[in-house]
């Protein structure tokens, strides 16, 4: 692990200095300005709240099911907040399609 010299793992490994990454240091090393949109971006991923379960690491989910679906009222608005759940937060297919009590299709 580590051999192959363009590898983080090399870098790690083989590294005396530990960098802190910013915001200016990735937009330099990309060669490219952010837009506002990706700064928002990282800094919601940054803020994202990671916790242990089943001896794994997993992130916090910001909302329940429940509450992103409270004010569903019509098709359109469910399905934006099936994408906000299954992007935002992480919850799987499966677990959005239970909680709304979808059909599951078996292959």
């Not at 330099?28 to 837009?35: C, E, I, P, S």
């Not at 099911?65 to 297919?93: M, P, T, W």
């Amino acid at each position: 692990m580590g051999e192959y010299p363009f590898s983080l793992a090399h870098l790690i490994f083989n590294s005396k200095d530990i960098f802190q990454s910013s915001k200016e240091s990735l937009s330099d090393f990309l060669g490219a300005r952010l837009t506002q949109n990706e700064l928002t971006f990282l800094q919601d991923e940054q803020n994202q709240k990671i916790e242990k379960k089943d001896n794994k690491i997993v992130f916090s989910k910001s909302k329940s099911l429940q509450d992103h679906f409270i004010d569903v009222e019509n098709k359109k608005i469910r399905n934006s907040a099936i994408c906000l759940a299954y992007l935002k937060d992480g919850y799987s297919q499966i677990e959005i399609a239970e909680f709304l009590e979808l059909p599951l299709i078996q292959r």
